[in-house]
């Protein structure tokens, strides 16, 4: 089977980055949409990020998916058609289509077309059982599924990896509503969640001693440079990533080094010695928190599994 025949392209409106761009600058604090930092680079970074030793993210959500599968499986119910928000996460995909029921369909949902295009025919290849059907469109809203060949009993959305604390609180519930949409009556999501705990343990995963997680930051800076024409001085920006305790998150910024102009669409910015423009929110949550915005999308938590330091949750949601 060739899986770029399966694909549905929903024709999504392609992101403006430059009016993206343009209305961050302008806001006090400035700020950059974090969803910018992922073009090919940023991508490989991410993944160095992955396997840096403070990053404990990926290693326990990893662990604990392999660890929890059978209760999941039980839980999840066979014949699910699983959906997954992004364009499939290998290991942790692999694990759970290997791990559930008799899957019926895999059906990644991708934004980038070239990303998910990339991505289609390693999936077809590892998940050779598995029909595989994937779909361009914008996650953040409601996506019809393609049907699958044989018959599924119901759709489960993944979304590992605590993507959902990049959003935020508002724009997760929003995120959550199309979810809802989605999953369909019978279908559920199951969401990976980093959990708030000791900023000691926190802090230094987006502070990791290589300083990888500094070059993804400043990359979104050369992205920017090369697709908007900006001028960014990447040596004049540095990257800071602070705990805020009261929010229950990370706080990710480019810090300037020193009065300079931008230009962004002959467009100037002017930053101060000493200023922090705030690109990236990763929310840690506890169940009152998730459970309170799923619960503004019509959805309720209905099983829970944590590692054993409780660091990190999987939460199957099902509409209420
Ligand atoms: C993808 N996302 C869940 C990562 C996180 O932990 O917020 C992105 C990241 N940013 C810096 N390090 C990792």
Redesign the pocket.
């Known amino acids: 089977m060739n899986a770029v025949l399966n694909l549905t392209d929903l024709q999504p409106t392609p992101d403006d980055i430059s009016g993206d761009v343009l209305a961050g600058l302008s806001r006090t604090p400035k700020r950059l949409p974090s969803k910018y930092f992922y073009d090919r680079r940023g991508s490989e970074l991410?993944e160095e990020?992955t396997r840096q030793p403070e990053?404990y993210?990926t290693r326990i959500e990893l662990a604990l998916l392999e660890a929890s599968m059978a209760q999941i499986a039980e839980a999840v119910g066979p014949r699910a058609h699983v959906v997954e928000y992004g364009s499939g996460s290998g290991r942790k995909t692999r694990l759970l289509l290997d791990g559930l029921d008799d899957p019926v369909a895999y059906t990644p949902i991708e934004i980038s077309r070239s990303a998910l295009l990339a991505s289609v025919e390693r999936l077809d290849r590892e998940f050779g059982d598995v029909e595989v059907l994937p779909v361009c469109a914008d996650f953040t809203q409601p996506v019809p599924l393609p049907r699958p060949e044989r018959t599924a009993d119901h759709a489960l959305v993944f979304f590992p990896?605590?993507?959902i604390?990049?959003f935020t609180d508002e724009e997760a519930v929003r995120l959550l509503r199309a979810m809802h949409q989605t999953m369909g009556d019978r279908g559920g999501a199951l969401l990976g969640i980093?959990l708030q705990k000791s900023p000691a343990i926190i802090e230094p995963a987006?502070n990791d001693a290589n300083g990888v997680?500094a070059k993804?930051t400043l990359n979104l800076l050369a992205r920017l440079n090369r697709d908007i024409g900006s001028d960014f001085d990447l040596d004049g920006f540095e990257h800071r990533a602070d705990y805020v305790a009261d929010a229950g998150r990370?706080e990710?910024f480019l810090v300037s080094r020193r009065a300079q102009d931008v230009t962004v669409e002959g467009r100037g910015f002017h930053f101060d010695a000493g200023e922090a423009m705030q690109v990236?929110y990763?929310q840690k949550y506890t169940d009152a928190g998730l459970a309170a915005l799923a619960a503004q999308a019509g959805l309720k938590v209905v099983r829970a599994w944590n590692d054993p330091q409780d660091w990190f949750g999987l939460r199957l949601l099902q509409r209420t």
């Open positions: 991410f990020i990053y993210l990896g605590s993507t604390g990049n980093d987006y997680t993804f990370i990710t990236e990763s």
